[in-house]
């Protein structure tokens, strides 16, 4: 069965790094786009970042760019997120799913999520 | 980028009434536009995707329609278990927008 598992999250400073993981089992996971999405406490959900599943094609929210980076190593089955000068508003949970519905960019596995709280 | 708007903020309905949620997009979006559920501690779960195929395993119930901009996700009866927040999304192009949420509650 599709399994998604983030792992990485925790207590940063402002103006910190952490990078998550997401580890991904029961598919082909070279033939599947991948994405991270964050919620931040009580609210809505924000994209964050999307990358192809060659890693040929990397996309990012406005709000993240220049600070995150998406990669992948397909032959590990993992999923990289590095981010930077954090700040308190990036504090949320931050899930990674799977593109799964071929030819619609929606997201049909998630992750358990992983918090990320920025805070001094 | 695409603002979705979702309405109501908060829907009150009863077990085995029909609800009905609305999404606008701030432009159009043609049919590229998915709908999700969450639960309290859960990750969302897709329900809907091109603005009206049910995803693999969502119950006939759940049903959408629209299309531009306006779209409706309709729960026919509802289930104890549909009470959640509801999300939708647009993948008309880049960013990748949600809207705000509409909560169903009893």
């Known amino acids: 069965q599709v399994q998604l598992v983030e792992s990485g999250g925790g207590l940063v400073q402002p103006g910190g790094s952490l990078r998550l993981s997401c580890a991904a089992s029961?598919?082909?996971?070279?033939?599947?786009?991948m994405t991270w999405i964050r919620q931040a406490p009580g609210k809505g959900l924000e994209w964050v970042s999307y990358?192809?599943?060659?890693?040929?094609?990397?996309y990012y929210a406005d709000s993240v760019k220049g600070r995150f980076t998406l990669s992948r190593v397909n032959a590990e089955n993992s999923l990289y997120l590095q981010m930077n000068s954090l700040t308190a508003d990036d504090t949320a949970v931050y899930y990674c799913?799977?593109?799964?519905?071929?030819?619609?960019?929606?997201?049909?596995?998630w992750g358990q999520g992983a918090l990320v709280t920025v805070s001094s | 980028e695409i603002v979705m708007t979702q309405s109501p903020a908060t829907l009150s309905v009863s077990p085995g009434e029909r609800a009905t949620l609305s999404c606008r997009a701030s432009?159009?979006?043609?049919?590229?536009l998915a709908w999700y559920q969450q639960k309290p501690g859960q990750a969302p779960r897709l329900l809907i995707y091109?603005?009206?195929t049910r995803a693999t395993g969502i119950p006939a119930r759940f049903s959408g329609s629209g299309s531009g901009t306006e779209f409706t996700l309709t729960i026919s009866s509802l289930q104890s278990e549909d009470f959640a927040v509801y999300f939708c999304?647009?993948?008309?192009?880049?960013?990748?927008?949600f809207g705000g949420g509409t909560r169903v509650e009893i």
């Open positions: 029961g598919f082909t996971f070279s033939d599947y786009s």
């Open positions: 091109g603005a009206s």
């Open positions: 990358i192809t599943g060659s890693g040929r094609s990397i």
């Open positions: 799913a799977r593109d799964g519905v071929r030819g619609v960019t929606t997201f049909d596995y």
């Open positions: 999304q647009h993948y008309k192009n880049w960013p990748l927008t």
């Open positions: 432009q159009s979006v043609s049919s590229t």
